[in-house]
């Protein structure tokens, strides 16, 4: 009894859909899976996808896999005599003799429409509640997610399993360095994150001037030219970084050494950094609102992420009081060990073999 783990997605650079299916498929060595991927995994059985059909190439990218899904993926179940497609991402072939379950990390777009392209929200109005709805079983990162599922598209609880996501314990971890005079947020320039209101609470710092901001996620023409605007308008250019992309390896010593990790999103599915960061022992803001909370718990500040004024206090406490630097720290990697990919491992295994 066979699983295609379908990553046609994966782009050469990682990414956090990326990280999330490597490091669970490694955890489930107990089932036969073969991985349809662009890429070569070190270990896996690996068969060639296109790599024009992967993240990197943008909307065109995303149609062609689409279409490349719904017309040759079939085709390739059938061959492999697989007897379950599992998608990391929520993509499938409709209307297709492929039994499969998926996972939905958020519905974001459903939630701010108004922030997405119009051939985003036609995704999520209509193929994704479709492919939902025809899959044996949803697996989601959260409880806030799986609330999600049920209110925007009427998903039966009972098809849903909320399994949260891990982290790199390798990579990311406490390494006692030196604390430099930087808050961070990682994470893309989408308006849905929250920056423009972190570099507002950044600049509202009584001593602003004796910080710096540093913005570590790729660079996005839609929105990262009005966030350098807004920051020489308020004369803080010489403050703060923006990053682009950062490396893999380089982003555990970045988190070390950071004051801390500010990370006030509007929404999230599940909010890897946070847990990324708490794993380092960096104090973590984050926001009151999705799962967050569920991730975070009592090791971090919450915020409320529309209120500017809560994210500068709560920078200013933790830049000028050590011991709730050092409370924070603790409480965080305390926090993270309770996450770990074996369990999510045991917990996906659990729910795949179902279904075979």
Request: with cysteine.
């Amino acid at each position: 009894m066979s699983i295609l783990a379908n990553l046609s997605f994966a782009p050469a650079h990682p990414t956090g859909w990326l990280s999330y299916s490597f490091n669970l498929l490694q955890s489930l060595q107990s089932l036969d899976i073969d991985v349809l991927s662009p890429i070569e995994f070190s270990g896996m059985k690996c068969h060639q996808s296109p790599p024009y059909i992967t993240t990197e190439f943008g909307m065109k990218g995303h149609l062609q896999r689409l279409l490349w899904t719904q017309f040759r993926l079939p085709s390739i179940y059938r061959q492999l005599k697989s007897n379950l497609l599992f998608s990391p991402i929520p993509e499938a072939p409709l209307f297709s003799d492929c039994s499969y379950i998926i996972t939905v990390h958020d519905l974001i777009p459903l939630r701010f429409p108004q922030w997405f392209s119009k051939t985003q929200r036609l995704y999520c109005r209509y193929y994704l509640p479709a492919v939902i709805q025809q899959s044996e079983h949803v697996i989601c990162n959260s409880i806030t997610t799986a609330e999600d599922l049920m209110n925007f598209l009427k998903l039966s609880e009972n098809k849903i399993t909320p399994i949260p996501l891990a982290y790199d314990s390798k990579n990311f971890r406490f390494f006692d360095l030196a604390t430099q005079n930087y808050f961070l947020y990682i994470g893309r320039h989408n308006p849905h994150k929250n920056p423009e209101r972190i570099i507002d609470a950044f600049a509202a710092l009584p001593n602003c001037k004796d910080y710096e901001l540093w913005l570590a996620g790729p660079s996005d023409s839609r929105y990262t030219p009005n966030l350098k605007a807004q920051v020489a308008e308020l004369g803080i250019t010489n403050q703060v970084k923006f990053l682009d992309y950062v490396p893999y390896d380089e982003l555990p010593k970045i988190i070390n050494q950071a004051i801390a990790l500010i990370f006030p999103s509007l929404w999230e599915g599940f909010g890897l950094p946070v847990l990324e960061a708490m794993a380092c022992g960096t104090p973590v803001i984050t926001s009151n609102l999705s799962s967050l909370p569920e991730v975070a718990g009592d090791a971090a500040i919450l915020i409320n992420p529309y209120n500017t004024g809560e994210i500068t206090a709560a920078m200013q406490a933790i830049a000028t009081d050590s011991g709730l630097r050092s409370h924070l720290s603790v409480q965080g990697i305390t926090r993270a060990n309770q996450f770990s990919w074996e369990k999510t491992g045991i917990a996906t295994t659990e729910v795949l073999s179902r279904y075979l």
